[in-house]
C-alpha cells in the first residue's frame, strides 16, 4: 500500500512506537487526564502554536501466529497537520506497506480490509485518509469491541482486541481540535447507511 504520511510525520510515529520517546516536552497539560470506558484522554496544548493537541488512547494485547507470545499494543486517536489520525503501535513487527495489509470489524458488523499505512519501524499502522478515519471513528463510536487484524509475508498475522466503549466520548476532544473535513464525513455517513440497520 502506497505510503501517504510526510516525512516528518512517520519519523515522530516511529519514534514513539520504538519507544525512544521518553516525554515529549512539546506538549504541556491543559487539564488532568481523563477516562471514558478504557479510553485515557489526554488533554495537552502544543508549547509551539498554543493550540489544543488532545489525545485518545486506548490499550490491549496482541497474538502473532508465528510467536506464542502476547504482546502490549495501543490504539490512539489524535491531530496531525490540523486532521485526526488513527494509530496502531505494536510491540512487535507487524507488516511493511509493500506486502501487508490492514483489516478491522467492531462488534458483529462484518469488517474488511482498509487503507492503511506500515510506517519504516514494521511495528505501527496509521490511518489518515480522511474517509477512512471518520469510518473508523463513526464504527467504533457505535461499538463495544473492535477487533483489528495485519497480514504480512514475512511478520504473519496479527490480531489484537479493543474494548471501544467509549469511543464517541473520548474521541470528542481530539475531534474539536481538528475537525473531519465535511466530504469525509457525508462519505462516511452514506458508506453507514448502505452498511443497513446494525
Not at 151 to 166: D, K, W
Request: aromatic share 6%; glycine share 4%.
Amino acid at each position: 500500500m502506497k505510503s501517504r504520511l510526510t516525512p516528518l510525520l512517520a519519523a515522530l510515529l516511529a519514534s514513539a512506537a520504538a519507544g525512544c520517546i521518553v516525554q515529549d516536552r512539546s506538549f504541556v497539560q491543559d487539564r488532568p487526564s481523563e477516562s471514558a470506558g478504557s479510553w485515557r484522554i489526554e488533554h495537552r496544548i502544543d508549547r509551539i502554536t498554543g493550540k489544543p493537541a488532545p489525545s485518545a488512547t486506548v490499550i490491549s494485547t496482541a497474538t502473532n501466529n508465528k510467536t506464542v507470545d502476547i504482546r502490549d499494543v495501543q490504539l490512539q486517536v489524535t491531530c496531525f497537520e490540523a486532521r485526526p489520525v488513527v494509530r496502531f503501535s505494536f510491540d512487535l513487527r507487524v507488516g511493511a506497506d509493500r506486502n501487508s495489509t490492514f483489516a478491522y470489524r467492531v462488534d458483529d458488523r462484518p469488517g474488511d480490509e482498509v487503507e492503511a499505512t506500515f510506517l519504516q519501524d514494521h511495528r505501527t499502522v496509521v490511518i489518515d485518509d480522511p474517509a477512512t478515519v471518520a469510518k473508523f471513528i463513526e464504527d467504533v463510536s457505535r461499538g463495544s469491541l473492535l477487533i483489528v487484524r495485519t497480514a504480512s509475508l514475512f511478520a504473519g498475522r496479527t490480531v489484537a482486541e479493543f474494548r471501544v466503549v467509549g469511543a464517541s466520548t473520548a474521541v470528542a476532544p481530539v475531534l474539536a481540535a481538528c475537525p473531519l473535513a465535511e466530504p469525509a464525513k457525508r462519505k462516511a455517513a452514506t458508506h453507514d447507511r448502505r452498511s443497513g440497520p446494525v
